[in-house]
């Protein structure tokens, strides 16, 4: 059982074809402006009026896009700060997916451009994702060649971490560099380790490295992000979001150091006169079977509230994207990452796991096993999300499917649902792997070719 480490997404006849709005439309243009969470669509529309090159579908589009973010922003009642709205996208037919976390988000790290948001700015806990901070305030104040003895106090300290949460395994007495205890703490995010490093870099106080943290929060714009403690044990006042988890990883990804530790699936501490050997594996789960996966940080309660933090880098383009609070991590990171890369060829854990390519703790997740091809998820407007083609259904169609055999008959969607119209009716349809599907809106009868 893995240990708990915190305490507490034919045109030959006169013919016109349109993609149906999806909540979250994804422009060929990039819209971006400010507004304050309390004001009306109308204001908004007032507002980015300059946006012509946009064009006024497009502004529409964006403002249900925004208004849809402010409601569910607003309902938290969490957050204080001006939202910063993004909308880029890449010319495609796919739907944004729907994800089961309370928050996430989606970083072209390449561009600085937000490919998705999703109650960005909500205030949770972020759990061990907090050693992100602490590995990047300890490279830049400390020499990962320093020598860092286990005193008396800081052992001391290290017994009053909850005992089942994850540890290094760091004994009183020993010695260690700066750079294990970076890998001790990154790659089986020991609690114990961030505590020696806090304590020795903060001058044997971890207050004073904690303030380090929250200065360098202030200095990157994480303007929702506070630390109480260096690992992410629940603590009162100890918060991030989404938003800031994903720049956090943009920069502290980008130093080499933590990079190539984050990117480690397995290292090695052998024994020597100072301390005892540490054999460590990467818990970074998506580390292991995503396809260009390099790094990144989990947190995880044991509970349902699991937070990721992961960057992916596929044809010169590198992702970054973050879920917080989810019960279902592979499946919301990995839709948000196929979308994002435009590329959704089937690769699940479930598929991947083996016991020549094992993934760590996979028996907590039950080995995966309900990340299966025809699973699907919920979307906004009473329809499925099928994770296996990236496309969903609903309404007229989905109920003509459902009634005539569902995958059996159609098999999987390849398409979204387009209006056709004619002259004389417009009708609603959608390929499947099986043939295509035609409904009259105004009829409300459906067949397929």
Known sequence: MQPQEESREDSNTNLSEKSLPTPFHRSTQICHWKYNRKQEPSVLMSSCQHLTTCGKLAVIRMLLAVWLLTLAVTATAYGSSPLDVHASSQSNDYPVPPVLATSAYLLDASTGAALYMSNPFMHIPMLSTTKLMTALVAVQIGDVNQSILVNDAIAN??????????????????????????YGMLLVSGNDAAVVIANQLGGGSQQKFIDKMNQKAVQLGLHDTHYMNPHGLLAAGQFSCAHDLAMLAKYSLSVPLIHTISSTKEYDIPKNNNHDEHKLANVNQFLWWYPGADGGKTGWDAATNFVQVSSAVRDNRHLIGVVMHTVDWW???????????????????????????????????????????????????????????????????????????????????????????????????????????????????CSMV
């Open 157 to 182: 300290e290290i017994s009053q971490i909850a005992p089942y949460s994850t540890m290094m395994g760091i004994k009183r007495g020993e010695t260690y560099t700066l750079k294990d205890l970076l």
């Open 331 to 445: 499946t919301d990171m990995r839709d948000l990452m196929n979308w994002g890369f435009n590329t959704f060829d089937w690769v699940s854990p479930r598929n991947t796991y083996n016991a020549s390519n094992p993934i760590p703790f996979a028996a907590d997740w039950h080995y995966f096993n309900k990340d299966k091809k025809e699973r699907t998820i919920p979307t906004a407007d009473q329809g499925r999300y099928y994770i296996y083609t990236g496309y969903s259904i609903s309404g007229l169609i989905m109920d003509y499917f459902d009634k005539n055999g569902g995958l059996n008959t159609f098999g999987y969607p390849s398409s979204q649902a387009k209006v056709l119209t004619v002259p004389t009716v417009t009708m609603i349809y959608q390929q499947f792997e099986h043939g295509t599907v035609y409904c009259n809106p105004q009829t409300k009868q």
